[in-house]
């Protein structure tokens, strides 16, 4: 089977981190092994700059929301093209922790940027690159939230209030609803149940794999 890059999506405190750690294993216990790890926004030294300032701004100065999406992009692109195109065609899988789908869900739906502007945006950069298999873990909002309180400082997205949260799991969930691409998976249930979902959900999709002539 060709390389593939696999994206977890989903809200803060969907267990994407557990997620990932399932989605290797199997891919391990397939023989898939080098697996290569991104993170979005991230995993090039520009790109982490880059993340430091959409997470955390600079100094009093007030982001735009065209800014922010702007260095998501500028790390995205960054990602792509001096790794995961690169990992890919030497013939390893990426596996994602974020990707594309974020913005659609955050800046798209969550901050209200015009869905128009947004697609043009995303042709411009990333032409007709897109994860071959998206794992969606939708979880609502507060159950997400409530997971993660405990950490430390919370970003500049974070303190976002309850309700751009929820514009964000809609934006995910109709996008979700018309990509064959993305698998929704039910994040709500114990830890240890939603990751023989996971798993299961990625066999399913590897074995579909294999017979597609
Ligand atoms: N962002 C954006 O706006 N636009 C974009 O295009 C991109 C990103 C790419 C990245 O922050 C921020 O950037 C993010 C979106 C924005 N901000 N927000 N909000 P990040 O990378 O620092 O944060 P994150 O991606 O949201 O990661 P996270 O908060 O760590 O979420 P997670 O990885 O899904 O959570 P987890 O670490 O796997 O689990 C959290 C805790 O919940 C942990 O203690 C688990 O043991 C527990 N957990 C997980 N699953 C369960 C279940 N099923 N039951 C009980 N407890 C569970």
């Known amino acids: 089977m060709n390389s593939k890059f696999i994206v977890i999506e989903g ?7 557990s997620a ?37 701004g600079a100094g009093n100065e007030s982001v735009t929301n065209l800014a922010e999406l702007l260095m998501l992009y500028a790390a995205r692109v960054q990602l ?5 195109k690169p990992a890919l065609a030497r013939g390893n899988w990426v596996v994602g922790d974020r990707h594309d789908l974020s913005t659609h869900a955050y800046q798209g ?3 209200g940027i015009n869905a128009r502007f947004l697609q043009a945006l995303r042709e411009a950069v990333l032409g007709n690159f897109y994860p071959d298999l998206t794992l969606y873990l939708d979880i609502l909002p507060e159950d997400g939230l409530a997971r993660v309180r405990s950490r430390a400082q919370p970003d500049r997205i974070e303190v976002q209030p309850l309700a751009f949260f929820e514009r964000a799991r809609s934006g995910y969930q109709s996008r979700a609803a018309v990509d064959e691409r993305i698998v929704t998976i039910d994040a709500s249930p114990p830890l240890d149940v939603v ?3 996971v798993r299961a959900r990625l066999m399913e999709w590897l074995r579909a794999q294999t017979e597609t002539p």
């Open 80 to 84: 792509v093209e001096q790794v995961i």
């Open 11 to 17: 809200l803060e405190g969907a267990g994407k981190s």
């Open 195 to 197: 990751t023989t979902v």
């Open 20 to 56: 990932i750690g399932a989605v290797v294993d199997v891919l391990r216990q397939q023989g898939i092994r080098d697996v290569v790890l991104t993170r979005e926004p991230g995993s090039t030294p520009v790109a982490e700059v880059l993340r430091t300032l959409i997470k955390d």
């Open 109 to 111: 739906a969550g901050r």
